[in-house]
């Protein structure tokens, strides 16, 4: 596994809820949040993240908005959590941009130990997600609990002969 995930673990009480692109504010819901969800933690320090990162997406990710939503991944991914949750609860579209940005930060996240998770509820994007193999790379969730509640992925163990 990538550096610091040492002690990592998929649970609700030690999720982080990150926002990037957005002041933090204690107590103020962020971006695509209702409140914060029971046992959640918003954070802007992700080196003190204990767990797995929640990251919210855009409800539309194209083109113009594939490369921002990338990039935000990517900011949570420099920190080498155990396991990033990609929440696109909001997410009513997706095209092939968004589609290559989720792919890429797959690769990204596999390299650095890093497990990429999604939570998507939309019956278009989960259809567009179909369509493009998704499901075979990344596990695809319908709620964040799930999300949060299903144990890593074990790293594979060289095979002793």
Same mark, same amino acid.
């Given at each position: 596994?990538?550096?610091?995930?040492?002690?990592?673990?998929?649970?609700?009480?030690?999720?982080?809820?990150?926002?990037?692109?957005? *002041?933090?504010? /204690?107590?103020?819901?962020?971006?695509?949040?209702?409140?914060?969800? /029971? @046992?959640?933690?918003?954070?802007?320090?992700? +080196?003190?993240?204990?767990?797995?990162?929640?990251?919210?997406?855009?409800?539309? $990710?194209?083109?113009?908005?594939?490369?921002?939503?990338?990039?935000?991944?990517?900011?949570?991914?420099?920190?080498? *959590?155990?396991? $990033? $949750?990609?929440?696109?609860?909001?997410?009513?579209?997706?095209? +092939? +941009?968004?589609?290559?940005?989720?792919?890429?930060?797959?690769?990204?996240?596999?390299?650095?130990?890093?497990?990429?998770?999604?939570? !998507?509820?939309?019956?278009?994007?989960?259809?567009?997600?179909?369509?493009? @193999?998704?499901?075979?790379?990344?596990?695809?969730?319908?709620?964040?609990?799930?999300?949060?509640?299903?144990? *890593? !992925? /074990?790293? /594979?163990?060289?095979?002793?002969?």
């Amino acid at each position: 596994m990538g550096e610091g995930t040492e002690g990592c673990r998929t649970c609700a009480t030690g999720a982080a809820s990150v926002q990037p692109g957005e *002041p933090y504010v /204690p107590g103020k819901p962020q971006r695509g949040e209702p409140a914060a969800r /029971p @046992g959640m933690t918003f954070v802007t320090d992700l +080196s003190h993240a204990p767990g797995p990162v929640v990251v919210a997406l855009p409800a539309e $990710i194209d083109m113009a908005t594939a490369g921002q939503a990338g990039a935000d991944l990517g900011s949570v991914l420099a920190h080498h *959590p155990c396991t $990033i $949750i990609a929440d696109m609860t909001a997410t009513r579209f997706c095209d +092939s +941009s968004g589609i290559s940005m989720l792919v890429r930060t797959h690769k990204q996240a596999a390299a650095n130990g890093t497990e990429l998770r999604l939570v !998507v509820r939309s019956a278009a994007v989960l259809r567009t997600m179909a369509l493009a @193999g998704v499901g075979k790379l990344l596990p695809i969730f319908p709620t964040v609990t799930q999300a949060l509640a299903t144990a *890593p !992925v /074990p790293e /594979p163990q060289p095979r002793r002969e």
